[in-house]
């Protein structure tokens, strides 16, 4: 039991922010992290030591994801614009609820605006290319492990991730161009 217990201390976070992200909803995550989980509990004894655990976890995590996606057919998102939990309507946004780093309010008002038209670009990717652009850009995993989650050749993978950037570099040309056009 003790095991569990750190595997989880360890894994829990990243493997939270990895599903959080790419199902979007807070609720959705937090079941789909408990099911990873419980099936790495109930799958323990195929885990096969030749493959790294991490990469069997995240394989995991992924294809509850991807189930997930497939049985919701229409994906559903909280807009940042949505008002914050237990704020009344016109009141504070998701948006609002980011933790004030002390910035100037310029800067803090281009990071919000960036993070927003991230988001939104990030929605417009493909699944496939969303989740390798999340399994490198988030979790910092190489391309030979996003490979063996996904469960496709490596140079596909480098494929994905190459139409994810060039598609998230055409949508957010225009917010590059004014950022670079501003004093």
């Avoid at 790495?40 to 990469?55: H, P």
């Avoid at 008002?83 to 919000?112: I, K, R, W």
Wanted: proline content about 3%; charged content about 30%; glycine content about 4%.
């Amino acid at each position: 039991m003790l095991a569990f217990e750190l595997l989880l201390a360890r894994h829990r976070r990243p493997v939270f922010n990895f599903i959080l992200r790419f199902v979007g909803s807070r609720e959705r995550a937090e079941d789909l992290l408990q099911e990873t989980f419980l099936r790495v509990i109930r799958n323990g004894c195929s885990y096969q030591r030749e493959a790294k655990f991490t990469t069997w976890l995240y394989t995991i995590a992924r294809n509850q994801c991807v189930d997930l996606s497939r049985r919701m057919k229409l994906r559903q998102t909280t807009s940042l614009d949505a008002p914050a939990p237990g704020s009344a309507a016109g009141g504070s946004t998701l948006m609002d609820a980011v933790a004030d780093s002390g910035t100037a309010v310029d800067a803090h008002a281009a990071a919000a605006e960036l993070r927003s038209r991230l988001s939104v670009a990030l929605e417009r990717l493909g699944d496939e290319q969303r989740e390798v652009f999340l399994m490198r850009e988030m979790l910092h995993l190489q391309f030979r492990e996003i490979a063996a989650i996904t469960g496709v050749p490596e140079n596909t993978v480098k494929s994905r991730m190459r139409y994810a950037l060039e598609k998230l570099r055409d949508q957010l040309e225009d917010y590059w161009e004014l950022a670079r056009a501003a004093p």
